[in-house]
């Protein structure tokens, strides 16, 4: 069974930044495309950002060259450094795992960016 367990997130002011940690574990298991998307109340979930195993980044034009998402080792592991964080990224955080075909996700954490 493969389980994300999610570390990071909080309250933030405006311009501030936070950091995101998930970590997946299954001794057999090895994703291909780790990623992080986001949920606030009222919409769909989003992609924020996703790396595959060959380091490959993808973002979504929201956070371009406000978040970085990178994955040590190539391994189980994916973080994502936010920085100047605006209140319209206030959302709940999910990892998520791929490796077709499943996609396995984390609980979410919340991040709160206020004004």
């Known amino acids: 069974q493969v389980q994300l367990v999610e570390s990071g997130g909080g309250l933030v002011q405006a311009g501030g930044s936070l950091s995101l940690s998930c970590a997946a574990s299954g001794s057999t298991f090895s994703a291909v495309v780790m990623g992080w998307y986001r949920q606030s109340p009222g919409k769909q979930r989003e992609l924020v950002a996703s790396i595959n195993m060959y380091g490959v980044t993808n973002y979504s034009d929201s956070v371009k060259g406000r978040f970085t998402i990178s994955r040590p080792n190539a391994r189980n592991t994916v973080l994502l450094q936010m920085n100047s964080l605006k209140p319209e990224d206030t959302a709940v955080y999910y990892c998520?795992?791929?490796?077709?075909?499943?996609?396995?996700w984390g609980q979410g954490t919340q991040v709160t960016v206020s004004s």
């Open positions: 998520a795992a791929e490796r077709s075909p499943n996609t396995y």
